[in-house]
């Protein structure tokens, strides 16, 4: 799938944000550290010793609508994800296509304020389930643990490429280690994007039938001068001033 060359700001992720493409899962006190409000009313738990929020994020499947009629189970897996490889940062000089001069908005400080530039080549979703990251074993405050959470909204039925992820839509947001994520069943979204300066583990439940064509679509991202994807530039930090210090290498 061929693409405009552009510089996609990133921008952090809040439930409001992202209710489009699916569900952002946060402990209500964390996210108003944050400026986040999370309309929430939690239920007494565990002999008065817990708080307990209910219908946090939906879990849905929708095989029975699959052309296989396979049988689809819930599962979980555990995906180690290490952080990925960025480009250094540009000036804009000759013919290059990708530069950081092309970033709107405040550009704090020395170098913009970016860590540096991810080239996204590939989108995926699941057609007929929610998929639910959620990453574990952080310790409380880690500031090091960041990742990108990367969307499209989908070309409807009556466009050209119906069914492909709209490129001219696509969001990047930045999560902290304290957030998990759910994307709506048939959402293209970009495979697990952690930067910073260590890996996180996430747990990840969805339901499959093991029909890889229908448990997952793939697309290949390239630019019409031929560069690979559509580069994100990745800040140190959570961006607006988020009180989260962001990943520290």
């Known amino acids: 799938m061929s693409v405009s060359p552009a510089t996609l700001v990133v921008e952090p992720l809040s439930a409001k944000a992202f209710a489009p493409f699916g569900h952002v899962i946060e402990n209500p006190g964390q996210a108003s550290m944050h400026g986040e409000h ?7 738990a565990n002999q008065g010793t817990a708080l307990k929020y209910v219908d946090i994020s939906p879990i849905h499947t929708f095989y029975e609508a699959a ?7 819930a599962v979980m897996n555990m995906f180690v994800c290490s952080p990925r490889p960025l480009r250094p940062l540009q000036v804009a000089r000759g ?10 908005g405040p550009q704090p400080g020395a170098g913009f304020g970016l860590l540096g530039l991810f080239n996204l080549t590939l989108m995926e979703r699941h057609p007929y389930t929610t998929q639910t990251f959620i990453p574990v074993g952080l ?12 969307v499209a909204p989908t070309l409807p039925a009556w466009h050209d490429g119906a069914g492909l992820p709209d490129v001219t839509g696509v969001k990047a947001f930045f999560a902290r280690g304290s957030q998990a994520v759910t994307y709506g069943a048939a959402t293209w979204h970009a495979p697990m994007i952690v930067v910073g300066g260590m890996p996180i583990s996430f747990i990840v439940t969805q339901y499959s039938n093991a029909v890889a064509e229908e448990d997952c679509e793939e697309i290949e991202l390239t630019t019409t ?7 994100i530039a990745v800040p140190l930090r959570a961006p607006l001033g988020g009180k989260s210090r962001g990943p520290k290498l």
């Open 38 to 44: 999370i309309d929430a009313e939690p239920v007494g």
């Open 67 to 73: 052309p296989s009629r396979c049988k689809a189970r």
């Open 95 to 104: 013919d290059d296509d990708t530069t950081i001069t092309s970033i709107a």
């Open 139 to 150: 310790e409380s405050g880690n500031t090091e643990a960041a990742y990108l959470v990367v």
């Open 225 to 231: 001068t031929g560069r690979e994807g559509i580069t």
